[in-house]
């Protein structure tokens, strides 16, 4: 009797122990809110996280700490080439962010600041050639933006004001 309630006990503890360890260490985090928790225990995520194509090259990643995003995040394109960088700090856009076309060459380059458009734009012909040039100010486009054709030419000037092409006199 004594047997059959030790292997009976020991059972039950390898079944746990193995349905447990499946839940902590096969799950993937979940977002709620801007926040990247792991799925058991309900816990903020801290570490690296990585997102995949179908055909194993990575997509995306990223440092989370304490569930938010945090240091340098990178999206690939599908070849493996560089497509955005971004810095994160305390979970919001801060400084320079990137984006590369499919070959790696510079398609945009721009400044934020909480998580908002804020100073500098610059956009590329895949050529290289500048497309565009112009000023974010709390995510809404500002002053004078300089526009260009693909071989680096001046095309246009615009002025805005609160995210509104304006009158270009209103910018002098």
């Known amino acids: 009797m004594k047997f059959i309630i030790l292997i009976t006990t020991f059972l039950t503890y390898l079944i746990s122990f193995s349905i447990n360890g499946q839940n902590h260490n096969q799950s993937e985090p979940i977002e709620k809110k801007g926040i990247l928790y792991q799925e058991y225990p309900d816990t903020l995520f801290n570490g690296e996280h990585s997102i995949h194509y179908p055909n194993g090259s990575i997509k995306e990643i990223l440092v989370y700490k304490n569930g938010k995003k945090e240091g340098m995040r990178e999206t690939f394109h599908e070849n493996g ?89 209103k910018c002098k």
């Open 81 to 169: 080439e560089l497509f955005e960088k971004e810095t994160y700090r305390n979970g919001n856009l801060e400084e320079i962010f990137e984006g590369f076309y499919d070959d790696g060459s510079l398609w945009w380059q721009g400044m934020a600041k909480n998580n908002l458009r804020d100073g500098f734009i610059k956009v590329f012909f895949e050529n290289g050639q500048l497309k565009y040039i112009g000023q974010y100010e709390n995510n809404s486009q500002e002053g004078l933006w300089d526009y260009y054709d693909n071989e680096g030419n001046p095309e246009i000037t615009k002025c805005f004001l609160k995210n509104k092409e304006v009158d270009l006199a």
